[in-house]
């Protein structure tokens, strides 16, 4: 019924940006927040950031200052821009939809992830 999209990943040098897109389809109504997470090999996911429909945000502290996650509710699609890329950064970055109102009810969906590697 929804499906997210991901687009924007790839390989980056230290220092440059990345701008990460990801547009969900379907019949929907709203969307109470759409998250970012990432997992690196060999560790858990984590969440990077946050957008509510208030327009709040949360970042974590490892993003902050780096990382700006905004949202056009017109196009039903969330984005991360990244600069100031580190090797640190290199994962794979997961979009998440949380309460998402369809007339089928509420739930949240995750996209398929897309790579980002930070390396020389």
């Known amino acids: 019924q929804v499906q997210l999209v991901e687009s924007g990943g790839g390989l980056v040098q230290p220092g440059g940006s990345l701008r990460l897109s990801c547009a969900a389809s379907?019949?929907?109504?709203?969307?109470?927040?759409m998250d970012w997470y990432r997992q690196a090999p060999g560790k858990e996911r984590e969440l990077v950031a946050v957008?509510?429909?208030?327009?709040?945000?949360y970042y974590a502290d490892s993003v902050k200052g780096r990382f700006t996650i905004s949202r056009d509710d017109a196009k039903n699609t969330v984005y991360l821009q990244m600069n100031s890329l580190k090797p640190e950064d290199t994962a794979v970055y997961y979009c998440?939809?949380?309460?998402?109102?369809?007339?089928?009810?509420?739930?949240?969906?995750w996209g398929q992830g897309t790579q980002v590697t930070v390396s020389s």
């Open positions: 998440r939809f949380e309460g998402v109102v369809t007339s089928r009810g509420v739930n949240d969906y």
């Open positions: 957008i509510t429909t208030g327009r709040s945000t």
């Open positions: 379907g019949s929907i109504f709203s969307v109470h927040a």
